[in-house]
């Protein structure tokens, strides 16, 4: 059974940091790739970062390029993103999820909230 289990969380102010990490199985398997999606309330749910398995590629939101990296360590399993530079407007669930590089994705985590305080 795949899972995802987010990690990371947290509350901190402007312009601090935070890892979040995803525990999976999926890392290995070069079809996939995997996401960090953001929901705020009220707000649709947005696609921040894409990780390629098969070629390592990533792509960013417009909102979080420059500030956000989406990494992988194979060897713990764990998928990662680092957020650097938080703005209050980052406040939200944020959720590892995974899919065929070229659909919906498939499998979603539970979440893991940030919270930015200006």
């Known amino acids: 059974q795949v899972q995802l289990v987010e990690s990371g969380g947290g509350s901190v102010q402007t312009g601090g940091s935070l890892t979040l990490s995803c525990a999976t199985s999926?890392?290995?398997?070069?079809?996939?790739?995997m996401h960090w999606f953001r929901q705020a309330p009220s707000m649709k749910r947005e696609k921040v970062a894409t990780?390629?398995?098969?070629?390592?590629?990533?792509s960013y939101a417009n909102s979080v390029k420059g500030r956000f990296a989406i990494s992988q360590d194979n060897a713990k399993n764990t998928l990662y993103l680092q957020m650097n530079s938080l703005k209050p407007e980052d406040t939200a669930m944020y959720f590892c999820?995974?899919?065929?590089?070229?659909?919906?994705?498939?499998?979603w985590g539970q979440g893991t909230q940030v919270t930015v305080s200006s």
């Open positions: 990780l390629g398995m098969a070629d390592g590629s990533t």
């Open positions: 999926l890392l290995t398997h070069w079809r996939y790739c």
């Open positions: 999820a995974a899919s065929n590089c070229y659909s919906s994705p498939d499998y």
